[in-house]
């Protein structure tokens, strides 16, 4: 079956960085877009960023721009964030998501267990 | 940015009842819409894609509807492991923007 295990949350400091990784199973990971979407403390979804699956094309939500890097290592099955100039608003759970196709739709249909950023003085 | 705004923000409701959430699109996104469910704690779930195609496994008392900016989402018959925050999402665009969420609670 579908698996996505995100690492590398943890505590960091404001214009700090860090560097999340999710490792894939159960699936062609190689062939498949991958996304990164993040959840603030009793908030909604955040749309974070997307990598296509090969890596040559990747999209960001405005609030991220600049600051974060989306990519992956398909002979590792592995996506990763990496994270600079974290700001407090940046404090949330970050889930790895994998994007179905489905003809011309595509959706979200498995998601990580999340793993979560605090960036705090 | 599309923006998708749902309706209620918060409902209650008791088991066997049918209730129906509306997300609303601030333009049109066709059919590209997703409906999740959140359990505290935990990561969401895909229950629809494509505004109304039902996800393998996913009971079929969840129903999707809609197109272009219109969309809904109905439980036809409540039941106790439904009590969650629900989210629409569209995927026409990037960012793929979610909405705000309603949440479930029991009566």
């Known amino acids: 079956q579908v698996q996505l295990v995100e690492s590398g949350g943890g505590v960091v400091q404001p214009e700090g960085s860090l560097r999340l990784s999710c490792a894939a199973s159960g699936f062609m990971f190689r062939t498949y877009a991958m996304h990164w979407v993040r959840q603030a403390p009793g908030k909604g979804l955040e749309w974070v960023a997307v990598i296509v699956y090969d890596g040559s094309q990747k999209y960001y939500g405005d609030s991220v721009k600049g600051r974060f890097t989306v990519s992956r290592d398909n002979s590792k099955k592995t996506l990763y964030l990496e994270m600079n100039k974290l700001r407090v608003e940046d404090t949330a759970v970050y889930y790895c998501?994998?994007?179905?196709?489905?003809?011309?739709?595509?959706?979200?249909?498995?998601w990580g267990q999340g793993t979560l950023v605090t960036v705090s003085s | 940015d599309i923006q998708m705004t749902q309706s209620p923000s918060y409902l209650s409701a008791s088991v066997g009842d049918r209730v129906t959430i509306t997300c609303r699109a601030s333009q049109s996104v066709r059919t590209y819409v997703s409906w999740f469910q959140q359990i505290p704690g935990r990561a969401p779930k895909l229950l629809i894609y494509?505004?109304?195609s039902l996800r393998s496994g996913v009971p079929s008392r969840f129903i999707g509807d809609g197109s272009e900016t219109e969309f809904t989402l109905s439980i036809s018959s409540l039941q106790p492991e439904d009590f969650a925050t629900y989210y629409c999402q569209q995927s026409y665009s990037t960012p793929y923007t979610f909405g705000q969420g309603t949440k479930v609670d029991i009566k």
């Open positions: 998501v994998k994007e179905e196709r489905r003809g011309s739709h595509y959706y979200f249909d498995e």
């Open positions: 494509a505004a109304s």
